[in-house]
């Protein structure tokens, strides 16, 4: 029988064999180990326009091993200034199918798993099968909240991040905490799309807010505590500022 690339990758990291492709990892990984971890975790990306396709090739690009890809939608030309994965021969590929050729080009290792549908009551938890954590790539406030209670029933933290024009945030939320309900106190069943749709973002705001959810995702992955947790951080490339807030537990 043949190995897989992941399974060559583990044994000679096992080994103490580095594969250059990681080499720069190491450093932040926490060494052979945790690049191992890495490898064997599987992270969902929910959402893969601005935050997420870029999301989906960096957890790739450190050597998550595997990654679940989760979008219904497809490109249109208002995605080709900020989305990544979008271009003009792409137009108007499913956007998951796109990070999936994305990442097969960037790290033969990865394996993915592609659900071309929105999320939904009915389907979540099946996309969630397995996975160590979320990514809310999201772009609208009633999926984020289905999001949320799905990871709280199934036991999995998840990295929120989200854009409006110049600014961002991120936020990590385990099962138990607050999270979105102390960010969006005053949400309303129905009121679907975030200000984003009324501001509109540019190509660096989710660039910057999806880096910061991979460094959180991870943190999480390698087990390290200095996390954004029953805390939010307050990206404003305008003023060029970073806040962090605690959030109400």
């Known amino acids: 029988m043949s190995c897989s690339v992941k399974e060559v990758e583990i044994s000679a990291l ?26 064997t975790s599987r992270v969902a990306v929910m959402g893969l326009g601005g935050l997420g396709g870029l999301a989906a090739e960096l957890l790739a690009r450190m050597g998550v091993g595997a990654i679940t890809l989760i979008d219904g939608d497809t490109f249109s030309e208002s995605n080709l200034n900020r989305q990544v994965l979008s271009t003009e021969e792409n137009l108007p590929q499913n956007k998951a199918d796109a990070a999936r050729e994305r990442i097969a080009k960037i790290n033969a290792a990865v394996e993915t798993i592609v659900f071309k549908e929105m999320a ?17 790539c999201l772009d609208n406030l009633e999926t984020r909240f289905l ?37 969006y106190s005053s949400f309303n069943k129905g009121q679907n799309k975030g200000i984003e749709t009324e501001l509109g973002n540019p190509a660096t705001t989710p660039a910057l807010v999806a880096a910061w959810q991979v460094q959180e995702a991870v943190k999480l992955l390698l087990k390290k505590e200095e996390l954004l947790r029953n805390r939010i951080l307050f990206i404003d490339t305008l003023q060029g500022s970073c806040e962090t807030i605690l959030l109400e537990r």
């Open 14 to 39: 096992s080994n103490g064999i580095v594969p250059e492709r990681y080499e720069r990892n190491l450093g932040t990984t926490g060494g052979l180990k945790g690049q191992i971890l890495l490898l």
């Open 120 to 136: 939904a009551g009915h389907n979540i938890e099946k996309m969630l099968q397995d996975c160590n954590l979320v990514l809310d």
């Open 147 to 183: 999001l949320q209670e799905a990871c709280q029933k199934l036991g999995i933290p998840m990295v929120h991040g989200a854009i409006a024009q110049f600014y961002g945030q991120v936020c990590t939320i385990f099962p138990g905490d607050p999270g979105l309900k102390a960010i």
